[in-house]
């Protein structure tokens, strides 16, 4: 078992709306990475959280924004959603950022944007 | 730039026959890591293997045996004797020497295995 968790499983958003995800590291955990894995598609990289500083983003828009807390939490939020918003998120932790060691993964949350 | 290719969108066999899922891969990097990851229905990624790119050897792990080849940048995972249970879409991925761990995923490969 992972011990990584998320919340909510699935969320339904109108476009143009923000929504906010979070999800729950391992214990002792550090580093945070969210993906987004499209319909069919494999994950892309969001971005990576390390001790409440963003540590690395991919090709994701500044409306694509994550926080991260002491108590091995974080959030992803996502401004003016638009209908390609809908997806996969997935988060993923591990101990260090620098250590490409096997990344644990939550289950997901599906967001459906209409 | 990174890059992961499998050719294979979709794979078809019959419970007991072994089955190869190919992976392909760029980097410029001279160092780098090597995934699979399997992620059934329910959604959540499993970790599989891990190899670095100075690790030649194949390895196997009960049903399951990785064939690397750094000559051709390919990175192989077979199933022996598949089961129902291998049902499910395999990830390879790559995380390059400077990139932390930020993953670079191929499309994937939809296995299905019919009793």
Redesign the interface.
């Known amino acids: 078992e ?1 011990g990584v968790t998320q919340s909510p499983t699935h969320l339904i958003k109108t476009r143009g709306q923000q929504v906010t995800l979070r999800c729950s590291s391992q214990s002792g955990h550090n ?1 945070v ?1 969210w ?1 987004q894995q499209a319909l ?6 969001i971005f ?1 959280y390390y001790r409440e500083e963003e ?2 983003r ?1 090709n994701f828009p500044p409306r694509f924004s994550g926080l991260q807390f002491p108590n091995y939490s974080s959030e992803l939020n996502v401004n003016a959603l638009e209908l390609d918003d809908s997806a ?1 998120y ?1 988060c ?1 932790s ?1 101990d260090e ?12 949350t ?1 967001l459906t944007v209409t | 730039a990174q890059k ?1 290719t ?1 050719a294979q969108t979709e794979i078809s066999v019959v419970e007991k026959e072994d089955v190869t899922l190919d992976c392909v891969y760029e980097t410029r990097d001279t160092t780098y ?1 090597l ?1 699979w ?1 399997k992620q059934p229905p ?6 599989l293997i ?1 190899r670095n790119s100075f690790d030649e050897q194949n390895e196997i792990s009960g049903r399951y045996s990785w064939n690397f080849q750094k000559s051709t940048s390919s990175f192989n995972f077979t199933i022996t004797a598949s089961q129902v249970v291998d049902s499910a879409v395999y ?1 390879c ?1 790559l ?1 390059g020497n400077n ?10 490969t939809r296995l299905m295995v019919k009793p």
């Open positions: 992972t580093t990475s993906y069919g598609q494999g994950p892309q990289f990576q540590n690395g991919g996969l997935l993923a591990n950022p620098g250590q490409p060691y096997e990344q644990y993964f939550g289950p997901g599906r | 992961v499998q890591y995934f990851y329910s959604g959540e990624l499993v970790f891990r990830f991925a995380s990139a932390g761990n930020m993953l670079t995923f191929g499309g994937g």
